[in-house]
């Protein structure tokens, strides 16, 4: 079993939905990161929160360490939004584990 | 631009060349990261560079060889690999020394490689 889960796997939606990805974990965490990736590969960091609520632009993280558990929400969703978004968390202070992402794909 | 370069960015290769990757980074940081991407799976880390010396090697065969020979150059020489070696091979750096767990990682665009 991965330690870090992502749900949905695969999600498509119409433009301008609202758009909601979830990551468990089950190991300790100071930190957890939020990371878009385009087809053709490159990865951007999104978010890196620890606690609350991080926003930028239509992106919204919010993270509850009790339940280790953290959302990424979309608003208004746009075509360009379609990627793959990946949780990590640290497992120690060298190394991220990475769930297996989430493929959105948004339609006009 | 991510301020990481990768090259090349794709490369097919059979079982017996030797070929090597290379990473750029120009944003000043002091952390390197080899990554591996196979299809439906996580990223995998494979070595991590802190100041140029290697801080992790996370069992990696060692048909893969990293060579850090500054701050700012990384490269993944490969031989004799196996057709199950063929995946995205991500190169990222981040400021932290040692580690890169809480602090930002930048990514590279990765290099695709076919192992025929």
């Known amino acids: 079993k991965n330690e870090v889960e992502q749900s949905p796997q695969n999600l498509t939606a119409q433009e301008g939905e609202f758009i909601t990805i979830n990551c468990s974990y089950s190991v300790g965490i100071s930190a957890l990161h939020w990371l878009q990736q385009h087809p053709g590969g490159g990865i951007v960091s999104l978010f890196m929160l620890s606690s609350g609520k991080k926003k930028h632009g239509r992106l919204i993280a919010t993270i509850n360490i009790q339940e280790k558990h953290s959302s990424l929400h979309i608003t208004a969703s746009h075509p360009r939004d379609s990627a793959v978004y990946i949780c990590a968390v640290p497992y120690n202070t060298d190394k991220l584990i990475f769930g297996t992402g989430t493929r959105l794909q948004v339609f006009p | 631009e991510t301020g990481v370069t990768q090259t090349p960015r794709h490369l097919v290769m059979g079982m017996t060349n030797k070929k090597s990757l290379k990473c750029e980074q120009h944003l000043g940081h002091n952390a390197m990261y080899w990554y591996k991407q196979s299809a439906k799976k996580p990223l995998e880390l494979m070595f991590v560079?802190?100041?140029?010396?290697?801080?992790e090697n996370n069992s990696v065969p060692s048909r893969f060889s990293p060579e850090c020979p500054n701050s700012s150059h990384l490269f993944l020489h490969l031989h004799t690999l196996q057709p199950e070696d063929s995946a995205l091979y991500l190169c990222?750096?981040?400021?932290?020394?040692?580690?890169?767990?809480?602090?930002?990682?930048?990514f590279g665009p990765g290099t695709r490689l076919t192992v025929l």
């Open positions: 560079y802190s100041l140029e010396e290697r801080v």
């Open positions: 990222a750096s981040s400021q932290a020394l040692g580690g890169g767990a809480t602090d930002t990682q930048y």
